[in-house]
C-alpha cells in the first residue's frame, strides 16, 4: 500500500514563531490532502481539504491565515502553524486518502 | 461536520474474548463507514471498512456489523490479544470514501488482558 511519511516528527518551537511541517505520498498520486489535528487524548478532527494546485478548504472554527496549507504538487503537501501559540500544542496528522495516514507530527508550543 | 457517537469509552476485555465497539450517525449521507486502530504517537490504520449496501463484513478476527434503518454500527473483534490493546475509532464520511473527509468518533480505549 501506499506510504506517507511525515517530517519532522516531532517539534518544539517558541510561541510566536512558525512551523513547517511537510507530508510526502510516496507510491500515491495525491490530487486531495486531509489535515487532521488530534488533541491529547481525544479524536481526530478535519483541519481543511487541499487540492493540487488549488486554495485549502478549511472547516468551520479553523484559521485559514495560521493554517497555512500548501499542496504545489501531487506528492507533497505542506502545513505551516503561523505565530504558534501553546494553544496550538497538538498531534497533526495528513491522510490523502481515507486508507493511508501519516505517522504525525507532534507539535509543542512552549 | 455532523456527529459520529462512539462508545464504550473503554473497555477491558480477557483474552480471547470479543471486544465489541458500537457506534451511531446522524447525517444519512454518510456512505462509507471505517475503522481505524492507533497506537500512540502513531497516526491511525485502518482496519475495516464498510459501505451501506451490506450489513456486515468480516476480514480476519475484524467484523463489521451495520444497520442502515438504525443509523448504527460496530466493529467486533474476535479472539482478542494483548496485541489489540489500542484506541479505537469509527468515522464516516460521504463522498464515496475518497472525496470527502472523514468524521471521527470520540475512541474507544480497549485493553485486552492477558
Known amino acids: 500500500g501506499a506510504v506517507v511519511s511525515q517530517h519532522p516528527s516531532w517539534v518544539i518551537c517558541k510561541s510566536g514563531t512558525s512551523v513547517k511541517i511537510e507530508c510526502r505520498s510516496l507510491d500515491f498520486q495525491a490530487t486531495t490532502m486531509f489535515w487532521y489535528r488530534q488533541f491529547p487524548k481525544q479524536s481526530l478532527m478535519l483541519m481543511a481539504t487541499?487540492?493540487?494546485?488549488?486554495?485549502?478548504?478549511?472547516e468551520q472554527g479553523v484559521e485559514k491565515d495560521k493554517f497555512l496549507i500548501n499542496h504545489a504538487s501531487l506528492t507533497l503537501s505542506t502545513l505551516t502553524v503561523t505565530s504558534a501559540h501553546p494553544e496550538d500544542s497538538s498531534f497533526y496528522i495528513c491522510?490523502?486518502?481515507?486508507?493511508?495516514f501519516g505517522p504525525g507530527t507532534r507539535l509543542t508550543v512552549l | 461536520q455532523q456527529q459520529v457517537k462512539q462508545s464504550p469509552q473503554s473497555l477491558i476485555v480477557q483474552k480471547g474474548g470479543i471486544s465489541i465497539i458500537n457506534c451511531a450517525y446522524e447525517?444519512?449521507?454518510?456512505?462509507?463507514f471505517p475503522w481505524y486502530q492507533q497506537f500512540p504517537g502513531k497516526g491511525p490504520a485502518l482496519l475495516i471498512a464498510i459501505r451501506p449496501d451490506v450489513s456486515e463484513k468480516k476480514e480476519g478476527r475484524f467484523t463489521i456489523s451495520f444497520n442502515k434503518s438504525a443509523k448504527q454500527f460496530s466493529l467486533h473483534i474476535m479472539d482478542s490479544q494483548p496485541g489489540d490493546s489500542a484506541t479505537y475509532f469509527c468515522a464516516a464520511s460521504n463522498g464515496g470514501g475518497g472525496a470527502d473527509g472523514l468524521t471521527f468518533g470520540k475512541g474507544t480505549h480497549l485493553i485486552i488482558q492477558p
Open positions: 491522510s490523502p486518502d481515507t486508507q493511508y
Open positions: 487541499s487540492n493540487e494546485g488549488s486554495k485549502a478548504t478549511y
Open positions: 447525517n444519512t449521507a454518510f456512505d462509507y
